[in-house]
């Protein structure tokens, strides 16, 4: 993951901490360069702005070019800037609510809703020994629902049955209510995706959110669209309101610049990387490791 930009920017920082001493000139310089990398892995302009400010302002603080490692010196502020870009510290899925506490996913089709919310469940069952229950309210595509319950046999979580003809918000009660009758400790909602954000949508997902009164509102994002990404995540937002990100095909993107502008532009967290098809390909999104990853 992450190729493409690791690869730029290590080229950089070799030049860098090559040197045993540097100008300023020399750190301008490499800003440019660092600057076009970002630019080329597709973070939003305005994050590239405030991500160079930010490491020329403390370079200049720092007396970079007067210390001892001025190119390692560099390095840190980058990755301390890009920490900070990411969103600091990891957010985990909060639970912390009284049960059966309800995580209502959202996002386009295709961006794996339901593939996540079958990882999700999966890893709440056996890390945490949760009781799950998921429920999809899908109405749209006939085998939506069908999808998420042979997902759920596959990793041995429950969904509701399935009973033809009932409107998503119907569905949504019928699960509430099997979830606290049943002593579940977490009901899941996969809702129906469009191939692009339009008003049907919008209003589906609001009177959903309005009858299930969801604790977590995940947004869905496939990282490989980019920037396109992130302006998804702030239009559900600002409609609907989200609680926090999962960028999907992390492992196809060489980028970045969804993991990248996604905290900066929209304010909310990433807090899941979808790493792969297998119901394990989940990783918690921890700023420091994954800046790490992308300073190779
Ligand atoms: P939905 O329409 O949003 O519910 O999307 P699906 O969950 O049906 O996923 C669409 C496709 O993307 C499926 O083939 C999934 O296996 C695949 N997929 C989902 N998440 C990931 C991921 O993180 N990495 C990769 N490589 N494929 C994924």
Redesign the pocket.
């Known amino acids: 993951m992450f190729e493409g930009l690791t690869e730029k920017l290590s080229g950089v920082f070799d030049g860098l901490t090559r040197r045993g001493s540097l100008t300023e000139a020399d750190v301008a310089a490499a800003m440019r360069e660092v600057r076009r990398a970002l630019i080329e892995a597709d973070v939003a302009l305005d994050v590239v702005r405030s991500f160079i400010d930010k490491v020329k302002e403390r370079a200049v603080g720092a007396a970079v070019v007067k210390s001892v490692s001025p190119g390692q010196m560099v390095v840190k502020i980058v990755s301390d800037v890009m920490i900070e870009t990411l969103g600091s510290d990891a957010q985990p899925i909060d639970l912390d609510a009284p049960a059966p506490v309800a995580i209502m996913m959202v996002?386009?089709?295709?961006?794996?809703?339901?593939?996540?919310t079958a990882k999700i469940a999966k890893r709440l069952v056996d890390r945490q020994g949760r009781r799950v229950l998921m429920a999809s309210l899908d109405v749209k595509r006939p085998a939506?629902q069908e999808?998420l319950a042979v997902l759920g046999r596959q990793v041995g979580v429950d969904t509701l049955p399935i009973v033809a003809g009932q409107t998503p918000v119907e569905i949504a009660r019928r699960a509430e209510q099997a979830a606290r009758l049943g002593g579940y400790d977490v009901v899941m909602f996969?809702t129906a995706?469009r191939t692009h954000i339009d008003e049907p949508l919008m209003a589906e997902m609001e009177e959903i959110k309005a009858h299930a009164r969801p604790h977590e509102v995940l947004l869905?994002a496939d990282s490989l669209t980019g920037q396109d990404a992130v302006n998804l995540a702030k239009s559900f937002d600002e409609r609907v309101g989200v609680t926090g990100i999962v960028l999907?095909?992390?492992?196809?993107d060489g980028r970045g610049g969804a993991a990248l502008s996604m905290r900066a532009v929209t304010g909310k967290p990433i807090k899941l990387l979808?790493?792969?098809?297998k119901m394990d390909?989940l990783e918690d999104f921890h700023p420091s490791r994954i800046a790490d990853r992308i300073l190779g």
């Open positions: 996002g386009l089709q295709g961006a794996g809703k339901t593939t996540t939506a999808q996969d995706g869905v999907t095909r992390i492992d196809g979808g790493t792969g098809e390909a």
